[in-house]
Nanobody
Framework: QVQLVESGGGLVQPGGSLRLSCAAS????????MGWYRQAPGKERELVAE???????NYVDSVKGRFTISRDNAKNTVYLQMNSLKPEDTAVYYC?????????WGQGTQVTVSS
């Protein structure tokens, strides 16, 4: 089994920054993608950023140029650096790791951008 533990969420003002972390443990192999999703109240969960097999990174248009996804294989951790945050970024953020045999979600971490 794979377990994901998220951290780094919080309350920030517009224009501020946060760095989300997602530490993975368990049997992790044959990774197809590692990504961050978010879900705002009343809205469906959406893909924010992902790293797919081979290292390619994809971002939803609304965060391009502001968010950066990265991973540290030694720490078995995936990060989401969020800069120039906007109120519309407010959501619960979930990390996800998809392997050939598993699809695992983190517990979610709240990000609130408000003045």
């Amino acid at each position: 089994q794979v377990q994901l533990v998220e951290s780094g969420g919080g309350l920030v003002q517009p224009g501020g920054s946060l760095r989300l972390s997602c530490a993975a443990s368990g049997s992790i192999f044959s990774i197809n993608a590692m990504g961050w999703y978010r879900q705002a109240p009343g809205k469906e969960r959406e893909l924010v950023a992902e790293i797919i097999s081979g290292g390619r990174k994809n971002y939803v248009d609304s965060v391009k140029g502001r968010f950066t996804i990265s991973r540290d294989n030694a720490k078995n951790t995936v990060y989401l650096q969020m800069n120039s945050l906007k109120p519309e970024d407010t959501a619960v953020y979930y990390c996800n790791i998809e392997t050939r045999y598993t699809n695992t979600w983190g517990q979610g971490t709240q990000v609130t951008v408000s003045s």
